[in-house]
């Protein structure tokens, strides 16, 4: 069989956020595999695109070679249920779901229930559908109508890390690695932090503050009104080297997710033997063992403050997460790893057409 694939992918495929970090990654590995990768850009917008863009998008899919299957990542995928219906006659579809549009934080009701809709509908053409985790499998077939059948999960990987030998100064250095958008909770983290300002901390915040309007600017305001200026670093976008210079030189990773589909970031703390405070917010417990970190519940600012307690005073209880964070990390698949599973999920699909 000729393997040839093509993925659709909307916006910066170069940005630094998980999903397109996935994204990359698979591609590259799908290349090392042999297969012909025919990049398409889908445009801006997603996942409110304008019609000029939603029209164009179809233009380009239907552009490609007759009958070459096309993986078209879920940011754009969940908002296209008249391309995909369409498109999906003539050629395979696999929708590519890093986690379902309408579980994303700061959407209005109404703007939750349409995209619910329009997922829902454009799953019912796919050919297969390939999410990043169990947790997001379960969520398709629970509350997409998606049959488990067409379901095939492959996590994403991580690079081998060396392990973090911690901050060199004084105090516990905390590290939150996540775009500054409603669902990563930097607005739960602070008030929690908050209630910890007699303990000896400091923060470091690296992600892409460019994704939302207002999450920078309460995140900027907490700093201000809790008086945390000294004490909380804010790097925006970083490298990956300079990102693997911050996991080095840290001794806690904490990000108070709402929800993830995966949860990228925890586990790139874990490949650096970091313990972990987080939430059980969508696929995070299944990232996150219990030996390896603390989980609080989403949004709940006490429980989160409890957590970030233990882990900051008890050195002893760190050192046996830490440990626990490095058995993980020894068993994670790699990014190679990651992009065999994807090759294989592919030819199956294929295959079944």
Do not use: C
């Not at 991580?158 to 030998?165: E, M, S, W, Y």
């Not at 809790?226 to 904490?254: H, K, M, N, P, Q």
């Amino acid at each position: 069989m000729l393997k040839r694939i093509a993925f659709a992918i909307p916006g910066d495929i170069s940005a630094p956020t998980g999903g397109y970090i996935y994204d990359r990654h698979i591609i590259e590995g799908l290349r090392s595999l042999g297969w012909e990768v025919v990049l398409i850009g889908l445009g801006e917008g997603f996942p409110f695109p304008d019609t000029e863009t939603l029209r164009q998008a179809h233009v380009k899919i239907d552009a490609l070679p007759s009958g070459m299957p096309v993986v078209v990542d879920g940011l754009a995928f969940g908002v296209m249920p008249d391309i995909a219906a369409a498109v999906s006659t003539h050629r395979a579809v696999i929708a590519l779901v890093h986690h379902p549009l309408a579980f994303e934080s700061g959407l209005s009701a109404v703007q939750a229930a349409k995209l619910k809709q329009t997922e829902t509908q454009a799953l019912k053409h796919v050919t297969q559908v390939i999410v990043t985790s169990p947790a997001t499998a379960r969520d398709l077939a629970q509350h997409f109508d998606v049959s488990p059948a067409r379901i095939d999960a492959v996590i994403p990987g991580t690079d081998r890390a060396t392990f973090a030998k911690g901050s060199p100064g004084e105090g516990v250095a905390l590290l939150s690695v996540g775009s500054v958008i409603p669902r990563k909770g930097f607005d739960v983290l602070l008030p929690a932090l908050n209630q910890l300002r007699d303990l000896p901390w400091h923060l470091t915040i690296a992600g892409d503050r460019s994704r939302n309007v207002e999450s920078p600017r309460q995140l900027d305001h907490d700093i201000e009104q809790f008086g945390f200026s000294d004490r909380i670093r804010i790097l925006g976008a970083v490298s990956a080297e300079t990102l693997a210079d911050l996991y080095a030189r840290s001794d806690v990773f904490v990000l108070a997710s709402r929800f993830e589909g995966f949860g990228m970031a925890y586990a790139e703390a874990l490949a650096h033997g970091l313990p972990v405070v987080g939430t059980t917010g969508g696929a995070i417990p299944d990232t996150v063992p219990a030996d390896a970190g603390l989980l609080a519940e989403p949004g709940d600012v006490t429980t989160l403050t409890r957590a970030l307690k233990k882990i900051i005073n008890d050195r002893d209880f760190r050192e046996q997460l830490a440990f626990g964070a490095r058995r993980v990390a020894r068993v994670q698949p790699t990014w190679p790893d990651s992009a065999q599973r994807f090759s294989e999920v592919l030819l199956k699909s294929i295959g079944t057409r």
